[in-house]
């Protein structure tokens, strides 16, 4: 296992685009996150899932905002109708259940709309 | 409401020199807190994760303590080098919020 994984590791978009991007998290890792970080920030929480329930949303998870974990493995990400402002890193990390494990983070998504 | 304080927001140092860098959070009931390092437009790479039981975790040149009760950790760099420079961000789980919550990290310049 190579650790989690994101793609596009970069996505130039047009404001008013649809875009989506995907995060295969580690495979024995049943929790999977999705983050937000813009410049000079920290990374701010969006939602989660165990399994394939998504068990909480951020308030920064606007209706244009939607997460989906189908078969709780691999998940998606889509913002409909972008925005400057949603210009950021998404950041999707994994770990096992449970309050002792930490988090392992992919590389990432760089969103820039135009 | 956890909130988490990292200071400094920046650092310089010559190579060589051993630094401390600082994080605060406001709810002590944290199960674990965890040390990234961040280079620029990377995604995060885990340093140290402590749990709440212990007072310190040490991997490499780098210990991580943590004192629940005064809300406090710190990182400690032994003799810096100049692939150390990235950012180093802190964060906690539990408390008020059932997820990890982070700073806004201190900005590491390690100078040849």
């Known amino acids: 296992d190579t650790g989690v994984s994101q793609n596009p590791r970069h996505k130039i978009t047009k404001r008013g685009q649809n875009v989506t991007f995907r995060c295969d998290p580690i495979?024995?890792?049943?929790?999977l996150y999705w983050y937000r970080q813009t410049l000079g920030q920290g990374p701010e929480f969006l939602t989660y899932?165990?399994?394939?329930?998504?068990?909480?949303k951020s308030r920064l998870l606007s209706d244009r905002f939607s997460a989906e974990r189908p078969k709780g493995s691999f998940s998606t990400l889509e913002i409909q109708r972008t925005e400057q402002g949603d210009s950021a890193m998404y950041l999707c990390?994994?770990?096992?259940?449970?309050?002792?494990?930490?988090?392992?983070f992919g590389s990432g998504t760089r969103l820039t709309v135009v | 409401k956890q909130e988490v304080t990292q200071i400094p927001a920046a650092l310089s140092v010559p190579e060589g020199e051993n630094l401390v860098l600082n994080c605060s959070f406001t709810?002590?009931?944290?199960?674990?807190l965890q040390w990234f390092r961040q280079d620029p437009g990377k995604g995060l790479t885990s340093l140290l994760l402590?749990?709440?039981?212990?007072r310190e975790q040490t991997s490499g040149r780098l210990n991580a303590s943590l004192d629940k009760s005064s809300g406090r950790s710190t990182l400690y760099i032994a003799a810096s080098q100049p692939g150390d420079s990235a950012t180093y961000l802190c964060?906690?789980?539990?408390?008020?919020?059932?997820?990890?919550?982070f700073g806004k990290g201190t900005k590491l310049s390690v100078k040849p």
């Open positions: 990390a994994s770990s096992l259940p449970g309050r002792i494990h930490g988090y392992t």
């Open positions: 495979s024995e890792h049943n929790r």
């Open positions: 899932f165990q399994n394939e329930a998504q068990l909480e």
């Open positions: 709810d002590s009931a944290i199960y674990n």
């Open positions: 402590i749990q709440s039981s212990q």
């Open positions: 964060a906690v789980y539990g408390g008020s919020q059932g997820n990890l919550i």
